[in-house]
């Protein structure tokens, strides 16, 4: 027979165990969601490098990124998130938004030259 204080015990595991679970579900199904998330915008922000490099427009746009910084420095703050962590993820985000300009640029560019010259 066990003691009933192992078996209280083995019963607190079990319960903490569970709750693990459940919570890494649910982190698992926001990553997820994340990911779903970067995806539509970098799909978005991609159409806005095409259309840039379509009318010869500047991959980088200094004051709207200062507008967004702005405005997610509020969202952060509601949030109740770290600023700092959220700019530095925003900067890995629109680091890659520009280089990703900068590389349909070229590739507009590119594509334009032969027609130019034929």
Same mark, same amino acid.
């Given at each position: 027979?066990?003691?009933? %204080?192992?078996?209280?015990?083995?019963?607190?595991?079990? /319960?903490? +165990? @569970? @709750?693990?679970?459940?919570? %890494? !579900?649910?982190?698992?199904?926001?990553d997820a969601a994340l990911i779903d998330i970067l995806a539509k %915008?970098? !799909?978005?922000?991609?159409?806005?490098?095409?259309?840039? +490099?379509?009318?010869?427009?500047?991959?980088? /746009?200094?004051d709207r990124e200062e507008r967004q910084y702005a405005r997610i420095?509020?969202? +952060?703050?509601?949030?109740?998130?770290? @600023?700092?962590?959220?700019?530095?993820?925003? /900067?890995?985000?629109?680091?890659?938004?520009?280089? %990703?300009?900068?590389?349909?640029? +070229? /590739?507009?560019?590119?594509? @334009?030259?032969?027609?130019?010259?034929?």
């Amino acid at each position: 027979m066990v003691p009933l %204080r192992e078996k209280g015990n083995c019963m607190k595991q079990l /319960d903490v +165990a @569970q @709750q693990l679970s459940s919570y %890494r !579900h649910t982190i698992d199904n926001l990553d997820a969601a994340l990911i779903d998330i970067l995806a539509k %915008r970098f !799909h978005c922000t991609n159409q806005i490098g095409v259309l840039k +490099a379509e009318h010869n427009l500047s991959p980088v /746009d200094k004051d709207r990124e200062e507008r967004q910084y702005a405005r997610i420095r509020i969202l +952060a703050n509601g949030a109740k998130l770290d @600023q700092n962590f959220v700019e530095n993820l925003m /900067d890995f985000i629109i680091s890659e938004v520009v280089q %990703r300009h900068y590389q349909i640029a +070229a /590739d507009y560019q590119a594509r @334009q030259a032969p027609a130019s010259q034929g």
